[in-house]
């Protein structure tokens, strides 16, 4: 029996001791945080700039481009390539012949003053025929009568790189006909303007 109730003593025991631990309230205990520091405002000085200001006086003046000077400068030029084409006149040949006449060489020697005075200008020569031969025998010689004139140019002072040639054959008349009056129209070298 004394096992029996030192068992139940035990049990008890340890029934109260569970009973106790569990009941108990824990409490924590927190540290004492206390308040965040308020940041104080401080007084700051406005800075001094060492940068000085460009002197505008010294510096060049700057030039616009305006669409009216623009069209100005673009107007100018057109009136300056019109004013070269008026100058330049045609040229004309004998019959199946690319031989310079006299009148060819004086018309060629005043065309030639207005191209020294434009160094920047640029021509193209254009030989014609007349009708009358095949296509391929109108296009060579009308070949053959601008590289004369463009010759005769170089001569002159003019310089060979501001002179191109093509040749039209009979496929440019200048007037409409086919008697001596149109023909003779026809077999020409024309002067024309591609660049100032």
């Known amino acids: 029996m004394l096992k029996r109730e030192s068992f139940y003593i035990v049990a008890v025991f340890f029934v ?11 409490e924590v205990v927190k540290k ?8 104080v405002a401080r007084q ?18 700057v030039t616009q481009i305006t669409p009216s000077s623009a069209s100005t400068q673009l107007s ?15 040229i004309y ?5 690319s031989t ?20 920047t200008a640029k021509i ?18 009308g070949e053959r009568r601008a590289k004369a004139a463009q010759q005769y140019l170089v001569t002159l002072g003019v310089k060979s790189d501001r002179i191109s040639t093509i040749s039209y054959g009979k496929e440019k ?11 003779a129209k026809d077999r020409r070298d024309e002067f024309v303007v591609v660049t100032p």
């Not at 310079?100 to 030639?112: I, M, P, V």
């Not at 193209?124 to 010689?141: F, K, Q, T, V």
């Not at 200048?174 to 001596?180: H, K, L, M, R």
């Open 16 to 26: 109260a001791l569970f009973i106790t631990a569990g009941c108990a309230k824990q």
């Open 32 to 39: 004492d945080e206390g308040f965040a520091p308020v940041p």
């Open 44 to 61: 700051v000085e406005p800075l001094k700039s060492t940068v000085t200001p460009p002197n505008l006086s010294d510096t060049a003046p």
């Open 76 to 90: 100018q030029k057109a009136a300056s390539i019109a004013q070269l084409q008026s100058a330049l006149n045609k």
């Open 93 to 97: 040949f004998d019959f199946d012949s």
């Open 100 to 119: 310079l006449s006299e009148s060819a060489r004086n018309t060629l020697t005043k065309n030639a003053a207005p191209l020294t005075k434009e160094p």
């Open 124 to 141: 193209r020569i254009e030989g014609n025929c007349d009708e009358r031969g095949s296509a391929e025998y109108n296009l060579a010689l």
């Open 173 to 183: 008349p200048a007037v409409q006909g086919s008697d001596e009056a149109a023909w």
